[in-house]
């Protein structure tokens, strides 16, 4: 019986260890014996000489740290195949070749061209998402690095303001709402909340479309039963940074919502948009963060466990002997780990399937984290049935 052939055990296997600045090539011949070391500035010349040394060396396979980044696009664009080894992998793997863990940039190269020549059968090649689905998953990604700096600010106002106007604090409902912005921007000094009167409140809130202006009697109240704020000179000074405050939020919010609109947009025309909108209380910007951190490369996850293991949805297990510990899974893909637990623990408001289990979960014992874990798991399942298939959820199957 003849086994056939694959030239790829026969060719050189290259390893890759990303930096900012430059870049470590290791290339390994089919003994382990290393053929080529090197390092490359991260410039396009640098980029196409690590190319040329690849194509030069007869090197078919990569192995890699990183998923994306224009080394990534190059190699593959160059028709390498690519296999990505985790970081955390990586610092184990060097305890093949001594006990000591030394961290190298070089050497870790070395490390990822052996891994791919002995453990090629054990990686799956990388395939990228399509041009729609990364677009998207930076936009989606921005808005929520953009979300976590107002936040930062809010509660860096929120602090400011225990000072200056604490009767500002819980005056109404969200510390960044665009109400206490304007409120801000109009009365930035005790003396100038001072001068309010029931009336003028209302006559204000009536200015800036406030929805119940007749509220304004309760509104003075509470601001009369604060503590006083800074007063004299300083009130005026610290007016200042108050003022920094509030512009810097605003300009957080408007751009915010012209990436919610960018992002509404983009999933629109996404051909998997009826996959993830479909879903319950996913709306605009849910769906968009699932759908972007999944992918729309269906080879990632052959199976739904795959998806659930990188999610951290599924536990890990640990057994020696007698004594099994089913734990937390840590190793897992963060960004796809927030955005399905962010969906999971909203769902079981409005899905009777997903109340009940949720509901079981937490009558086992479960604190909310964990139930919201659980029900992740079989949303998961769910979500990658639709994915995989191309048909939007159906609550009655």
């Not at 296997?13 to 053929?35: K, N, Q, Y």
């Not at 080394?71 to 990505?84: K, M, P």
Request: glycine share 6%.
């Amino acid at each position: 019986m003849s086994v056939e052939h694959d030239p790829s055990m026969s060719r050189p296997t290259a390893g890759v260890d990303w930096a900012s600045t430059e870049h470590a090539l290791a290339i390994v011949g089919p003994d382990g014996v290393e053929i080529q070391r090197m390092l490359v500035e991260h410039t396009a010349a640098g980029l196409r000489k690590l190319l040329r040394c690849l194509q030069q060396a007869r090197v078919l396979e990569v192995g890699i740290e990183r998923p994306d980044g224009p080394i990534v696009e190059a190699l593959l664009e160059a028709g390498f195949t690519v296999f990505v080894i985790a970081p955390n992998q990586i610092k184990h793997l060097r305890r093949r070749y001594g006990a000591a863990g030394n961290k190298d940039d070089r050497f870790d190269a070395y490390v990822l061209a052996d891994t791919v020549r002995t453990d090629r059968h054990r990686l799956r090649p990388l395939t990228l998402d399509s041009p729609a689905t990364r677009t998207l998953r930076m936009t989606v990604r921005a808005r929520k690095d953009l979300i976590a700096a107002r936040v930062a600010m809010a509660n860096q106002l929120r602090a400011h303001l225990e000072h200056v106007l604490p009767g500002v604090i819980g005056l109404f409902r969200d510390i960044d709402s665009a109400i206490t912005l304007s409120f801000l921007t109009r009365f930035t000094t005790q003396e100038q909340v001072d001068w309010l009167s029931p009336r003028r409140l209302q006559n204000w809130l009536r200015t800036v479309s406030y929805p119940n202006p007749a509220r304004a009697g309760l509104l003075h109240e509470r601001l009369l039963a604060s503590t006083r704020g800074t007063t004299g000179p300083q009130a005026t000074a610290r007016a200042h940074v108050t003022a920094a405050l509030v512009a810097g939020l605003t300009a957080l919010r408007e751009q915010i919502d012209t990436l919610e609109e960018q992002i509404e947009i983009q999933l629109l025309q996404h051909p998997d948009a009826a996959v993830f909108t479909s879903l319950p209380r996913a709306g605009i910007v849910r769906a968009a963060r699932l759908l972007a951190e999944i992918g729309d490369a269906r080879g990632r996850f052959p199976t739904p466990e795959a998806l659930t293991c990188l999610a951290g949805a599924a536990p890990s297990t640990r057994q020696s002997g007698k004594v099994k510990v089913v734990g937390f899974r840590w190793a897992v893909d963060k960004q796809l780990r927030g955005a399905v637990i962010d969906f999971a623990g909203d769902s079981h408001h409005t899905n009777p399937w997903a109340a009940d289990l949720y509901r079981r979960a937490r009558t086992r014992g479960h604190d909310h984290p964990h139930a919201t874990r659980i029900l992740a798991r079989a949303w998961l399942h769910v979500i990658w049935r639709c994915w995989q298939d191309g048909v939007a959820y159906d609550p009655t199957r």
